[in-house]
């Protein structure tokens, strides 16, 4: 039932605008899908990634005045994932390196010796600094989470033109801690998308 | 040969610190890899990723004072991927968007279109903003270059934790056009990497 073919998952993707109204997608399928998603690496394992999903028609009247170009991926996606960063999540570490020692995967000793390290380099990070680490690791969550969907046998589109003023605080979430970072629509593809043109790797490359 | 288990190189992709010092990636294999890695998508596709592949002795004795935590990695790997993201991208705009039109996928039309809405807006973000922008996608490379690694046999890991100043200069980039994202180690895993814990989807995600 799965799409598991690599090659076809992740060269085949393509930005769907238009999706097929009749599909819903459970929300437990949704949450399957953002477990399988986080598995993304971050930051000293913060996991600086956070969610809204809207699935109603109601969440989607919210989002529209805040989506720019994309009206038709709101309307006619399943879902649309907000995705954000949490500004604060070294709050998250305790809990996350106590977990790795109970399960084996790393010594009370180094898990103290990270904590120690940990805290006071968060602590001395600038906003700025850490804006770009919670963009940066949920970038590669809603990376990872294109391709999920796609091996569960739905299409995207990452949108990020989207006004970013007060859309945390409209989703119910702390403007201050929460940085919107891009937008998944999320459905069942009705248009087929196009290859789009890429640069090669050998004007981007050079070696040293 | 490749492999070509969606589940596989997904799930079971961990961060890995130590590699087979022998195993050498052809420039070619590389250049393969970067090529389907920059398949991923990019705000406005205007593909704002640039690479140095440090795959020397000479390069990797270069890097190493800004190595702060991954040494290993450095000593170790096949290649050190530096991604830069490339503050002043919107310059391959029109050739970009030119592709587009001989390749058919797009009208002349539209491409005048929408290179008079690309243009100015460019013009009128902000420093900031265009630095979020080229973080959030030179990272959805970043993640898709991971899983490509695994397709062809490799393992990576993502370092965040490398000092910046001066890190473009030194491997001849303009540092104020330029700006350090990640740095991906990759060749053959010899340690197995652990699986790492992570906060439950449930947490993380509410549904409006």
Redesign the interface.
């Known amino acids: 039932m799965?799409?598991?073919?690599?090659?076809d998952?992740?060269?085949n993707?393509r930005?769907i605008r238009v999706y097929d109204e009749s599909i819903k997608i459970e929300?437990q399928e949704?949450?399957?899908m953002?477990?399988?998603a986080?598995?993304?690496?971050s930051?000293?394992?913060l996991?600086p990634?956070?969610?809204?999903?809207?699935?109603?028609p109601?969440?989607k009247e919210?989002l529209k005045p805040f989506i720019r170009f994309n009206t038709r991926q709101n309307d006619t996606s399943s879902a649309m994932l907000l995705i954000f960063g949490d500004m604060e999540s070294v709050e998250?570490a305790e809990?996350?390196y106590n977990?790795?020692v109970d399960?084996g995967?790393m010594s009370q000793e180094m898990r103290d010796k990270q904590m120690e390290a940990i805290i006071p380099i968060y602590q001395n990070l600038t906003r700025?600094k850490i804006?770009?680490?919670v963009?940066?690791?949920s970038?590669?969550?809603?990376?990872?989470m294109?391709?999920?969907a796609r091996?569960h046998g739905y299409d995207t589109n990452?949108i990020?033109?989207f006004i970013e003023d007060n859309l945390a605080e409209t989703?119910?979430l702390d403007s201050t801690r929460y940085v919107p970072?891009?937008i998944l629509s999320i459905g069942r593809a009705i248009d087929k998308g196009?290859?789009?043109?890429?640069?090669?790797?050998?004007r981007?490359?050079?070696?040293?």
Chains 1, 2 share one sequence.
Request: aromatic share 10%; net charge negative.
């Open positions: 799965k799409n598991n073919n690599f090659s998952v992740v060269f993707r930005s929300r949704m949450l399957e953002i477990n399988e986080v598995k993304a690496p930051s000293m394992n996991q990634w956070r969610f809204v999903v809207v699935d109603t109601e969440g919210k998250y809990e996350i977990a790795a399960a995967t700025e804006n770009d680490v963009k940066i690791d970038s590669l969550f809603a990376m990872q294109m391709l999920v091996h990452a990020g033109g989703f119910g970072v891009l196009y290859e789009s043109m890429r640069l090669d790797a050998e981007l490359t050079s070696f040293k």
